[in-house]
């Protein structure tokens, strides 16, 4: 008789099987945190695509300012300052009898069919409805409530420390809450302004 050749049996042991389950978590929770990111980004991209939108229209507001024969440039400044422009945030409402945004006489934004938009004129979006087509009985109505506005326009220096008269700088700034975010939201612009156009 022969004896028997042992048989070792390959395979892996508790301890590797461990490491590799703790590897594979962390890899699936970095994972999945990266895919909530990316679901919050899209859940807010109108709300700051809307706010990029409207320090956009507020900045040409500034510049429609200067553009007007019928501003001086020294008017193409805060209220504190002697200019148009209202200090402190306000909410976004549509330009008055001046044609120009954030200045005094701002007043209730329209809906398309001519009604005030809801919560005092202040600006709202009209979105398609249930039906998927913009224009028909089941749109609705969207207040732009949650966002504020604010013009700072500041004089600027030479390095000497003597003011630059003809030169500005206007910052436009948007805040605005979103729902799912219990912390505020902003959006900055700021350029330089000119007094010759």
Known sequence: MQPKASQRQEGFTLLEVLI?????TIGMVSVLGALCLAVSATQTAQQDMIARQLASEAMESVYAARNDSEMTWSQVNNVSNGGVFVDGPVQVKCAGPDGILGTADDAACLTPAGANCPNGGVRCLTEPGPDGILGTADDVTVSLVNYTQTFQITPL??????????????????NYSIAQSPVPKTYTITEYISAYH
Request: aromatic residues 4%; glycine residues 4%; proline residues 4%.
């Open 20 to 24: 590799s389950t703790v590897i594979l």
């Open 157 to 174: 220096f030479t390095a000497s420390g003597s003011l630059e008269p003809a030169l500005r700088q206007v910052t436009i700034t948007i």
